[in-house]
């Protein structure tokens, strides 16, 4: 780092940041994904939205809530989608607010996966790498429960990779400033990534270089249609949620990481809850794996505060931190960061209504 901070004085978190060539961030802050779960019944964003979206725009860059790429990604009640016309009009309105305030947004682009239900696109397959399924039930409608998946035929994953370029497409006639690719959190893509979830033996299975070589394809497609200035990742070396860990996972991610710095995109972003989790098979946090196989622009987050996330930046441990749930509770986060100002304690009660 060239930079010169002051840990405590939160200095360092204020700076502007250059994503690259195209896109300079305000500051340091990023806003998480957040799934809200209030798009209309035709998966579109709402007024609502616009407005809870716009509140936010000081932060450096807002990353939106998951957003799905396609029908059959659907795990969830009235998440967003960006494949129709109304949806890209919707969002359209949400960027167009976000730009007007002075701020930067990218789509998360979404497919779940083995996390999908059938209930929400009319029935038919759930695809995932491989016909491993999890325990549980959809989140707000516990009489879903998870079915087993499809593995995915090559003819489906050439249809998925072509769906994510084309969701990539319609996100820049949406006026994103691009996309955050979601390859975290036990979803489609990192269904590929962990050999609890791929148990495949075709060239998408069984070797780090087969298991990396979807979300390579993604990644490729998006950066053809885009541009790897506009495409960022999220992904989760650490098995924790949808997910069970398996210590030869360390070698997918070994061989996929560095794969993925020669591919030069916006940034690489962390999925987890909370980075002071460890992981023995990576040596320790998801944070840390990942800043010691990959040069390129790095986002933290996971409980972090304002404070812990400036001492973490100052000490090279990322470059820029995402936060989550304070932003729930504060859509003024930036500025109460900025001021000094009290934040408002997150709570799960806060996820009933858009603020
Ligand atoms: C999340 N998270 C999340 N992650 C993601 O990649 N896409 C998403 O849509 C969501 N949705 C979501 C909803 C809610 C209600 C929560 C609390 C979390 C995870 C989120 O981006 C972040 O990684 C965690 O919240 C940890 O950061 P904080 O909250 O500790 O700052
Ligand atoms: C219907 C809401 C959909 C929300 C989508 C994902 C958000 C989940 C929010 C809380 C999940 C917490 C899981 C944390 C796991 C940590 C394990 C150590």
């Known amino acids: 780092m060239t930079t010169q901070t002051t840990p405590n004085s939160l200095a360092n978190l204020f700076e502007t940041y250059s994503l690259n060539d195209t896109i300079t961030l305000n500051n340091r802050f990023l806003m998480a994904p957040l799934t809200r779960c209030m798009a209309d019944a035709d998966l579109v964003p709402t007024d609502d939205m616009v407005v809870y979206y716009a509140r936010r725009a000081e932060a450096g860059l807002i990353i939106t809530e998951a957003t799905i790429i396609r029908p059959d990604a659907q795990g969830y009640p009235n998440t967003p989608g960006i494949f129709t016309q109304a949806q890209i009009a919707g969002w359209r309105k949400v960027t167009d607010a976000v730009h007007a305030k002075g701020g930067k947004i990218f789509v998360q682009l979404w497919h779940t996966g083995r996390v999908a239900h059938p209930h929400f696109f009319g029935g038919g397959d759930v695809l995932a790498a491989s016909a491993q399924k999890i325990e549980g039930s959809v989140p707000r409608m516990r009489e879903l429960t998870y079915v087993t998946p499809k593995p995915a035929t090559l003819e489906d994953i050439q249809g998925l990779v072509r769906d994510y370029a084309k969701a990539a497409e319609n996100a820049i006639e949406a006026g994103f400033d691009g996309v955050e690719i979601h390859g975290a959190n036990g979803y489609l893509i990192d269904t590929f990534l962990h050999h609890d979830s791929n148990r495949r033996t075709d060239e998408y299975g069984g070797t780090p270089a087969n298991m990396s070589r979807f979300v390579l394809e993604v990644v490729d497609a998006v950066v053809a249609r885009i541009g790897k200035d506009r495409t960022g990742l999220r992904i989760s070396p650490g098995a924790y949620f949808n997910m069970?860990?398996?210590?030869?996972?360390?070698?997918?991610?070994?061989?996929?990481?560095?794969?993925?710095?020669?591919?030069?995109?916006?940034?690489?972003?962390?999925?987890?809850?909370?980075?002071?989790?460890?992981?023995?098979?990576?040596?320790?946090?998801?944070?840390?794996?990942?800043?010691?196989?990959?040069?390129k622009t790095l986002v933290g987050v996971g409980s972090y505060s304002a404070e812990t996330a400036c001492e973490a930046i100052a000490a090279n441990k990322f470059d820029l931190i995402a936060i989550g749930r304070p932003f729930i509770a504060n859509p003024d986060y930036v500025a109460r960061v900025r001021d000094g100002v009290e934040l408002v304690p997150y709570s799960d009660e806060m996820l009933a209504s858009l603020v």
């Open 244 to 295: 069970a860990a398996d210590s030869r996972d360390r070698e997918v991610f070994d061989y996929f990481l560095p794969e993925l710095e020669a591919r030069d995109i916006a940034f690489v972003h962390i999925g987890i809850f909370d980075d002071s989790m460890e992981f023995d098979y990576l040596g320790g946090r998801a944070s840390s794996y990942v800043r010691a196989h990959y040069g």
